[in-house]
């Protein structure tokens, strides 16, 4: 596997609070994406970076917030977690951005919203 | 909608077949990715054809694009138990835009 990994792997916490993923990446590339996986849904870009402070938001970014800080970190906050944020993570890194090349996944962070 | 959408959603085959799973979009594209999921795992990256390109090959796997048709199709032959896994289409829509996964094709290879 690419130098990449998630914390925590698996969490389960309750409507309304606060909630930050962790991805951290051992490779110096440059792009950093966070998604979700639902069934019926496939992969949804949830918020990507292009650099350190550097971020944007894709097609599912309601209710989350990211930041990075730093080259190998990028975090993902759930400030008030909802049921229906109940869902599989992935955090991705590229070199090159966006759809230009491959992109190398992490294992996954499991995330129950009671 | 999703961009890329993938046919058959599930596939089951015996060891030593060859399994085809077809993957449509929508809009022009720069280049069309295949990844593969195992169960509990992230995902990972098999293939990636360009616009310009209509086949490639990487070991076991064949990759054809059409962009007429705006389909492709990832053909593994003699397929083995080890190759069960969820198999993605990733687009993208030109321009520096994101890649958009489709909902996957659940290959399951019986021994």
């Known amino acids: 596997d690419a130098g990449i990994t998630q914390s925590p792997r698996h969490k389960v916490t309750e409507t309304g609070t606060p909630v930050t993923l962790r991805c951290h990446q051992t490779e110096n590339h440059r792009y950093m994406y966070w998604y979700r996986q639902d069934p019926g849904h496939g992969l949804r870009l949830i918020h990507y970076s292009y650099g350190v402070k550097d971020t944007d938001k894709g097609e599912v970014s309601d209710g989350y917030s990211v930041s990075r800080s730093k080259t190998e970190d990028f975090l993902l906050t759930l400030e008030s977690a909802t049921s229906s944020q109940t869902s599989v993570y992935f955090c991705?890194?590229?070199?090159?951005?966006?759809?230009?090349?491959?992109?190398?996944f992490g294992p996954g962070t499991r995330l129950t919203v009671l | 909608s999703q961009q890329g959408e993938e046919d058959p959603q599930a596939l089951s085959i015996q060891e030593g077949e060859n399994a085809t799973m077809n993957c449509s979009y929508k809009?022009?594209?720069?280049?069309l990715q295949w990844y593969r999921q195992n169960s509990g795992r992230g995902l990972v990256h098999l293939i990636l054809i360009r616009s310009n390109e209509r086949e490639k090959h990487s070991g076991r796997l064949r990759v054809t694009l059409d962009t007429s048709k705006k389909s492709s199709s990832l053909l593994i032959t003699a397929s083995r138990a080890a190759d069960t896994a969820s198999y993605f289409c990733a687009t993208d829509a030109g321009g520096g835009s994101r890649l958009t996964f489709g909902e996957g094709t659940q290959l399951t290879v019986n021994p």
């Open positions: 809009t022009s594209i720069n280049n």
């Open positions: 991705a890194i590229s070199e090159n951005g966006l759809g230009k090349g491959e992109q190398f």
